[in-house]
C-alpha cells in the first residue's frame, strides 16, 4: 500500500500550482479588460478625446481602485471554484429527472448561491464604474409637496439584480453543459498560442451569454420586479419617486441606454470568468513528463508505471496515460527504459506494469460494453431457461477460448480491474454501479414501443430465432463473453445464467403477497406511463447512455496509442523480447474489444454525430469520444499488422481473433 502524503503529492506539487497560476494571470488580466470596459461604458461618439481623459482620470480614483480590490476577489473565487468542481470525466445525465437531481444537488446549491453573490459583487462595482444615474442606491428626491425624502434608485436596483440572474443563469447552464469538465488537446501548443487561439471565441460566447441572459432577465423584471423592489424600499426605508416611471413597465424597460448598459456589463461578468476559465484548463491539462525510473527509492511513488498502477486522483491517471501516449511516440530514449530490466533479477517491471494497466483498462470498457449490451438484449432482465441458450455460437467459443487464454493464471492480473481505475470499474455481475445510472430499462412502461420491438424476444418457433444477423452475431444466441469478476481469478468462462438455473427459482414459487405486491407494482408503472409529464421526465434521452458509456474513453485512447506504439517500437528496440510475451494478450484484448465496439455501433442512437455548438464555451468534445476510440482502436491493430506483417500468423490466438486479425493483415476491415 501506499501512503497518503505519497497518494496527493501530484495534487500538492503540480495541480495547485497550476491553478495558482491561472488564477494569477486572470488577476494580472484584469486592469487592461476593466480599461475595456470603462472606455466602453463610457464611451461618446461627440465628445471621444473628452471620454478617453475622463476614463484615465476614473481609473485612478479611490473607487475604481476600490472596485478592482473587489474583482481580484471575484477572481480569485472563481479560481477557487473552478479547482474544486473540475472534472476530467463528465457527468451525463440519461434522463430529465436525474438532470433536475443535479440541479437540486446541495453541493450545486452552494455554488449557485456563490455564482449569485459574485455576480451582485461584479454588478455593484459596475454601477460604480459607469457613475451617473447608476452609481448610488439611494438619492434625495423632492416629493409633490415639497418635503424631501430618501428615494430609491431603480436603476441601480436594476443593474445589481441583472447581476445576481446572470450569475445564477452560469451556474446552471453549467451543470446542463458540463462547464466543469475540461479535456484533453489532441494537438499539443503552448499555452500562449492555446490561449491566443481561444480569445475570439471567448469573446463571442461572452457577449452572446450576455444578451440572451439580459433578454431572459427583462422577461423575468417585468412580471416580478416588484417584489424585490418593495422589499428593498420596506428593508432600507426608501420611498418611490411618483415623478419617474417604475423599470418594470414596458415604458421604462425601452431605454436603450440602460440596456446596453446592462449588457456591456453582463459581458464584462461573464468575460472575466471565461478567461479564468480558459486559463484554468489551459494550465491543467499541460503535458506533464513522469520520470520512468528513478535511482531513488522515495521517489519510486512518482515514476510513470508506480502512479499508473497504484491509486490515484483521476487527473494524475489522465495525465500519466497522456505522457506515456507521448513517450511512446516521441521519445526513443524513454522508450529504452520501459524495455529495460531491472538489476539485478532482469525483470521487465516496467513494461509489466505499464502493459498490465493499460491491458486492464481495455478490459473494463470490455466488460462494460458486453454488460450493457446483454442488458439491452435481455430487457434489462435475466435470460429465460431455453433450448437455445444450451447452442453455441462460432464467435461465441472462439472469443471464449482467447478470453481463457487472457484469463489464465499467466495473465491474470492482466485482465483484473484494480479499484485504481477511476473509481468506474464494473463491479460483480451485471448490475454494476457503472451501467446502473445510463442502462436503459426496456420493461419500464416508459420506454418508447419502438425500441421494445427492436429488442423483444423471438419466438422459438420464429423463422429469424438462431439465424445469424451478421459474421460473428446471433441474434438471441447466449452471450458472447462473460464479465463475471471470479470468472477472472479462477481463469474460467462462467456459465450462461439461463444455462444454469438456480435451485430456489426450481423448488420455490412466489408468496401470494409478493404476487399481490408485484401487480400493484405494475398498476402503478401502467398508470403513470399514461402521464405525460411522468413520461417527460423519465424517458431516457437519445445518445445519453451511448456518451455516458464512453464518458472516461480518452483514456482507453492513450492506453491504446500507447500500447501499440510500443508494440511497433519493441520490433527494431526491444533487445530483450519483453514485448513479445505479453503481445498475444495485447491482440487478444484489442480485437475482443473492438468485436464490441462494433456490437454496440449495431445499436439505436450509438451511431448518430450529434451536433457540435462552436459559439459556447461548454466542450462538447466527451460526445464523440467513442467515435474517437473506435478509429483509434482501428489504428492501433493496423500499426501493430503493418509492422510484424506475417509475424503474427505464428502468435498464438483463438481461431476466431486469427481469422479476425488476417482480415486486418489483408486490409479488409
Known amino acids: 500500500m501506499f501512503s497518503t502524503e505519497q497518494s496527493c503529492w501530484f495534487i500538492r506539487k503540480v495541480i495547485c500550482w497550476r491553478a495558482a ?15 475595456v470596459f470603462v472606455i466602453l461604458s463610457r464611451f461618446s461618439l461627440l465628445h471621444p478625446i473628452h471620454t478617453i481623459s475622463e476614463c484615465f482620470s476614473l481609473l485612478m480614483s479611490a473607487s475604481a481602485i476600490f472596485s478592482f480590490i473587489l474583482l481580484c476577489g471575484v477572481i480569485i473565487m472563481v479560481g477557487f471554484l473552478n479547482l474544486e468542481y473540475y472534472t476530467v470525466i463528465p457527468t451525463i445525465a440519461c434522463s430529465k429527472i436525474a438532470m433536475f437531481g443535479q440541479l437540486l444537488h446541495p453541493r450545486q446549491f452552494v455554488n449557485t448561491l456563490v455564482h449569485c453573490i459574485m455576480g451582485i459583487i461584479v454588478a455593484w462595482c459596475c454601477a460604480v464604474t459607469i457613475g451617473g444615474r447608476y452609481e448610488t442606491l439611494g438619492y434625495t428626491c423632492t ?20 447581476g445576481v440572474f446572470v450569475g445564477f443563469s452560469h451556474s446552471l447552464l453549467g451543470v446542463i453543459y458540463n462547464m466543469n469538465y475540461v479535456s484533453f488537446t489532441t494537438v ?56 419617474i416611471h417604475t423599470l418594470d413597465s414596458i415604458a421604462g424597460l425601452l431605454d436603450l441606454s440602460l440596456l446596453y448598459h446592462m449588457w456591456i456589463s453582463a459581458t464584462f461578468l461573464l468575460f472575466t470568468w471565461y478567461i479564468t476559465l480558459l486559463l484554468f484548463r489551459i494550465f491543467v491539462t499541460e503535458v506533464y513528463s513522469f520520470p520512468v525510473q528513478s535511482s531513488f527509492t522515495e521517489d519510486a511513488h512518482q515514476c510513470l508505471p508506480k502512479v499508473l ?87 461465441e467459443t472462439s472469443v471464449t477460448s482467447g478470453t481463457e487464454e487472457f484469463m489464465s493464471p499467466r495473465h491474470t492480473l492482466l485482465m483484473k480491474t484494480p479499484a485504481s481505475v477511476f473509481a468506474r470499474s464494473i463491479g460483480r455481475g451485471q448490475q454494476s454501479p457503472l451501467t446502473a445510472p445510463f442502462t436503459p430499462e426496456l420493461d419500464s412502461p416508459f420506454t418508447s414501443p419502438s425500441l421494445r420491438r427492436l429488442t423483444a424476444p423471438l419466438e422459438q418457433c420464429s423463422p429469424w430465432y438462431g439465424t445469424v444477423q451478421s459474421p460473428h452475431i446471433m441474434r438471441r444466441a447466449p452471450k458472447l463473453w462473460s464479465a463475471s469478476t471470479d470468472s477472472q481469478i479462477n481463469g474460467s ?27 400493484r407494482k405494475e398498476q402503478v408503472k401502467n398508470f403513470l406511463a399514461k402521464r405525460v409529464l411522468i413520461m417527460y421526465l423519465f424517458n431516457k434521452l437519445p445518445e445519453a447512455s451511448s ?22 517500437a519493441s520490433f527494431s ?11 498475444p494478450s495485447i491482440l487478444s484484448c484489442m480485437l475482443g474489444l473492438q468485436e464490441a465496439v462494433d456490437r454496440h455501433f449495431k445499436l439505436p442512437h450509438a451511431s448518430s454525430k450529434p451536433l457540435r455548438w462552436s459559439s459556447s464555451m461548454s466542450d462538447s468534445t466527451y460526445k464523440t469520444l467513442r467515435f474517437a476510440l473506435r478509429a483509434t482502436l482501428k489504428t492501433a491493430i493496423y500499426r501493430i499488422t503493418t509492422t510484424f506483417g506475417d509475424h503474427l500468423n505464428a502468435v498464438q490466438m483463438s481461431t476466431e481473433h486469427q481469422k479476425r486479425l488476417q482480415q486486418f493483415l489483408e486490409y479488409k476491415e
Request: charged share 15%.
Open 493 to 519: 468462462c462462467p456459465p450462461s445464467p439461463a444455462s444454469v438455473p438456480s435451485p430456489q427459482q426450481e423448488t420455490s414459487k412466489p408468496s401470494l403477497l409478493t404476487q399481490f405486491l408485484q401487480n
Open 309 to 395: 498502477s497504484e491509486k490515484q486522483s483521476v487527473i494524475v491517471k489522465f495525465l500519466a496515460l497522456q505522457d506515456l501516449a507521448l513517450l511512446s511516440q516521441h521519445s526513443p530514449s524513454r522508450r529504452c527504459e520501459v524495455f529495460s530490466l531491472s538489476q539485478p533479477g532482469g525483470h521487465p517491471h516496467n513494461w509489466n506494469s505499464i502493459s498490465r494497466e493499460c491491458l486492464s483498462l481495455l478490459a473494463d470498457l470490455t466488460q462494460r460494453l458486453v454488460a450493457y449490451h446483454d442488458t439491452v438484449a435481455t430487457n434489462g432482465r435475466a435470460k429465460s431457461l431455453s433450448t437455445g441458450s444450451e447452442r453455441k455460437s462460432s464467435s
Open 573 to 583: 528496440e526491444d533487445q530483450f523480447g519483453v514485448v513479445q510475451t505479453t503481445l
Open 188 to 243: 499539443q501548443q503552448y499555452k500562449y498560442l492555446r490561449f491566443k487561439g481561444s480569445l475570439p471565441l471567448v469573446v463571442k460566447c461572452s457577449a452572446t451569454q450576455a444578451l440572451y441572459s439580459i433578454r431572459n432577465y427583462i422577461v423575468v423584471y417585468f412580471f416580478l420586479g416588484h417584489i424585490p423592489r418593495a422589499w428593498i424600499c420596506k428593508t432600507l426605508n426608501l420611498h418611490l419617486n411618483s415623478s
Open 547 to 568: 456518451q455516458a458509456l464512453f464518458a472516461d474513453s480518452q483514456a482507453h485512447i492513450w492506453a491504446l496509442e500507447g500500447l501499440s506504439y510500443l508494440v511497433q
Open 143 to 162: 416629493q409633490s409637496d415639497g418635503s424631501t425624502q430618501m428615494c430609491l434608485n431603480e436603476y441601480h436596483l436594476i443593474l445589481l439584480l441583472a
Open 21 to 35: 497560476a491561472s488564477i494569477a494571470w486572470a488577476v494580472l488580466l484584469l486592469p487592461p479588460i476593466t480599461a
